[in-house]
């Protein structure tokens, strides 16, 4: 096989080159790779289930050794080592290939392909999809997904890799839940995996790209509150990760459920937060807490209740898949003052992040809720990048997200939910009449777009908590695609359909994890009605740690972690030496700043706690200069896993960084 090879993996067209000098290997388990001939030494201990190493420079090429090494006894197994063009991270083919055949194709079709590769049947997930590896008799694997991606009977086949998620601490393990290839909000593939119904292909909330990015889908330390009713805590998609559930019409933490009127809330919390459980679907923020508040009411006494007892129990984000357009029905002042209280004072003062569907009447005005200026304001786009012609427009809308218009969205179902009871059988929850499993069915609506909204919320948070419920509302207006006809945005940026544009989660979780250390563009809630980004301005600093610092006589002693006047205004004087630093080893990121003076006082912080030495990687970001605060280097990953440890026993935050990603 040439050293390079042209693959379709998920969106992209990736170009992969393999390594001439790494390849991985699995061996018995008494086996010390390092002590073979012709091994260099270890570099990783598991990529993929392989231990990959580096082949000593001298002798052969890269194949023949390889092909040595498989002779060996002690090894098991080998494989190449790739990287993708113009990455410096290690791609690796586990042996697995993912194969979705075309609608149709029936079983001795689709057995002439494994025969003709010696592939072995690994799952299968529904008639057409299969997961499939290589066996001794087998090219190599991304050999063979690459003949398969040109072989007509076959819609897509990807070898399965694995690379290193090396800027967070956790590896980031995509589920495997049965529904989630329908999940297309999350990852749109261009097709419906069970339905000859074509979507475009990217028109997606970016969701599996961030969770990708974090190394993670989220912390459980996130707590998302769903108002609204008909909640299903039996769902095995939501069961388990209920925390203070409450019912306002029995003021009572004790749920009702089986009511047919009300079924409404189990899809909406499963958009947002359905657990990974290897069943079902998946929420945008699958390990976040779920606080259930059941009861919507327009009574002044309710609103306060439900906003109050969210914002004193601990709820992160809040979402709101109702309200009104009934202009009878307009907000009163002590009932906006009951959501301000809860988007401004919540979280011990950096607000609850609060989401509301505009509303499905087509109207030229939103739900009289979404309106207000504290509140995220959701519509809904289609799978195909499109306004949703029920969502509501206005100058108020903030964001849209995916939704039904042209494919709906898959979301749980209440064990009670009797369907749409003009039509019988599947009809009642498929749009299609195809059955997808009797605890869940179709959904859509701004009902849809709000929480999956709410769950990228959940995601900001997770990678910034510091963030403030205004910080995350600019940061999701300030990353969104511009979505329909250019025409459609004002000389702000604004559209009255899509908001400023459809949300991206990846690009919203960067620019929350870009701001920690800082409080980003506004360093206070106030008392702004603007519903749009705000201009950028240097960011006050707050104190992330609540252990010791430095006294005036070089002794440490304890402080209770409150912000002094000298980060606020970048004042001090301070003596150090500076020296490049080459672009190898592992540290700990503790934060990044745009203020020079705070960079000064972190810095001297972090090595009198810590003893450790500390770099500063100076790097541009959207035309304003950042510096990234590294504590320590070590040769190891290990190594910088003890000392984040020993940090986060002294309430520093961080996480792994190789020092090399710095550039």
């Not at 190493?53 to 001298?58: A, F, N």
């Not at 304003?624 to 986060?648: D, H, P, S």
């Amino acid at each position: 096989m040439a050293d390079k090879i042209k693959l379709n993996i998920g969106n992209t067209k990736m170009t992969l080159k393999k390594s001439s000098k790494l390849v991985g290997v699995k061996t018995k388990a008494s086996s010390n790779i390092e002590e073979t001939k012709g091994v260099k030494k270890k570099i990783l201990k598991n990529l993929g289930g392989f231990e990959i190493i580096e082949l000593k420079r001298k002798g052969p090429s890269c194949d023949k050794k390889l092909d040595a090494l498989r002779k060996k006894e002690e090894v098991k197994l080998g494989t190449h080592v790739y990287y993708a063009e113009g990455s410096v991270r290690p791609l690796l083919p586990t042996g697995e290939i993912i194969i979705e055949f075309e609608d149709n194709t029936n079983l001795e079709e689709q057995n002439i392909v494994f025969d003709e590769f010696a592939l072995e049947i690994v799952e299968r997930r529904g008639d057409c999809c299969v997961i499939a590896k290589v066996t001794s008799k087998s090219p190599n694997p991304i050999k063979v997904a690459k003949y398969l991606q040109d072989v007509s009977m076959v819609r897509f086949a990807e070898p399965d890799l694995d690379t290193l998620l090396d800027e967070y601490d956790g590896e980031f393990i995509a589920p495997h839940d049965e529904l989630v290839n329908h999940q297309w909000h999350l990852k749109n593939p261009g097709f419906v995996v069970d339905a000859q119904w074509p979507m475009k292909k990217g028109a997606d909330a970016k969701v599996w790209e961030a969770w990708q990015k974090m190394g993670n889908m989220g912390s459980d330390k996130i707590t998302v509150a769903v108002i609204d009713n008909g909640f299903d805590l039996t769902h095995p998609d939501l069961m388990n990760k209920v925390s203070k559930p409450f019912d306002l019409w029995t003021d009572s933490s004790n749920i009702e459920q089986g009511d047919p009127r009300f079924t409404h809330g189990t899809p909406c919390a499963s958009v947002a937060v359905a657990r990974p459980n290897g069943t079902g679907i998946v929420g945008a923020a699958p390990n976040s807490k779920f606080m259930p508040i059941s009861g919507t009411s327009y009574s002044l006494r309710a609103t306060e209740k439900m906003f109050k007892y969210v914002a004193e129990n601990g709820a992160d984000v809040i979402s709101c898949s109702w309200g009104t357009t009934d202009p009878a029905f307009e907000l009163s002042e002590m009932k906006k003052a009951a959501i301000s209280n809860a988007a401004r004072n919540g979280r011990n003062g950096k607000g609850c992040v609060i989401v509301y569907a505009v509303g499905n009447d087509d109207y030229d005005y939103v739900s009289y809720y979404a309106q207000h200026p504290d509140v995220i304001a959701v519509a809904a786009c289609t799978s195909k990048d499109e306004h949703a012609t029920y969502s509501n427009k206005g100058p108020e809308v903030t964001i849209c997200a995916p939704s039904n218009g042209d494919w709906p969205i898959t979301a749980a179902r209440a064990f009670w939910d009797e369907g749409v009871s003009w039509e019988s059988g599947a009809y009642r929850f498929w749009r299609d009449g195809r059955d997808r499993g009797d605890r869940y069915k179709h959904f859509g609506g701004t009902s849809s777009s709000c929480p999956l909204v709410a769950g990228i919320c959940a995601l900001m948070l997770s990678e910034n908590p510091d963030l403030t419920s205004k910080q995350v509302k600019e940061i999701l207006c300030k990353t969104a695609d511009k979505i329909g006809s250019p025409q459609e945005y004002d000389a702000n940026g604004h559209s009255k359909k899509f908001g400023y544009g459809r949300v991206n989660a990846l690009a919203a979780v960067r620019e929350a994890i870009s701001r920690r250390g800082g409080s980003g563009s506004s360093d206070s809630q106030d008392t702004s009605t603007t519903t749009g980004p705000t201009t950028t301005t240097p960011p006050v600093v707050t104190n992330p740690t609540s252990g010791s610092t430095t006294t005036g006589s070089g002794s440490t002693s304890t402080s209770s972690g409150s912000t002094s006047t000298s980060i606020s205004s970048g004042r001090g004087i301070f003596r150090f030496s500076v020296q490049r630093q080459e672009p190898t080893g592992f540290g700990v990121q503790m934060g990044a700043f745009r203020e020079y003076g705070n960079v000064l006082i972190y810095a001297e912080r972090m090595q009198k706690l810590f003893g450790e030495p500390i770099i500063v990687s100076i790097n541009q970001l959207a035309g304003e200069t950042v510096y990234k605060i590294v504590v320590g280097v070590f040769n190891t990953r290990e190594e910088a896993r003890v000392l984040k440890q020993i940090m986060a026993n002294h309430g520093v935050t961080g996480f792994i960084r190789n020092i090399k990603d710095l550039k």
